[in-house]
């Protein structure tokens, strides 16, 4: 079952578990990858940081917990917040104090992530 019981989870879909004791920002960046080499991308649309972060996650389901991952090895927790709905990208990271060259990088990984190009999300041989 998906969240609380009420929805049945996808085959697709990746849980990911609450950590019980606080991470180090190694410890997530594992995580993520684990969660981005689980995930399938689909249909490819590019984000810029004028995106609002709800639509982004609303707009590729298969890939939202790759997204959030994302989001959140950058210390963003942006898609479980209220402000998610009316909060861009940039502004979302902005108001956590990221840089623009930060939020740039944070950019390119999630267009990564959407275009299955992301490192952790490519298969091993």
Known sequence: MGLFGLFKKRESETVVETPKQDLTQEQVQEKVK?????????NVKYVTKNVVISDMMNENPGLYHALAGVM???GLHCVG???STTDTIETGAKSHGMSDAEV???????????DGSHPAMQQKN
Request: charged share 25%.
């Open 34 to 42: 684990g969660i981005l080499v689980a995930t399938k991308p689909r």
């Open 72 to 74: 959140m090895s950058y």
């Open 81 to 83: 917040c209220s402000a």
């Open 104 to 114: 740039d990088e944070l950019v390119k990984e999630v267009n990564q992530v959407l």
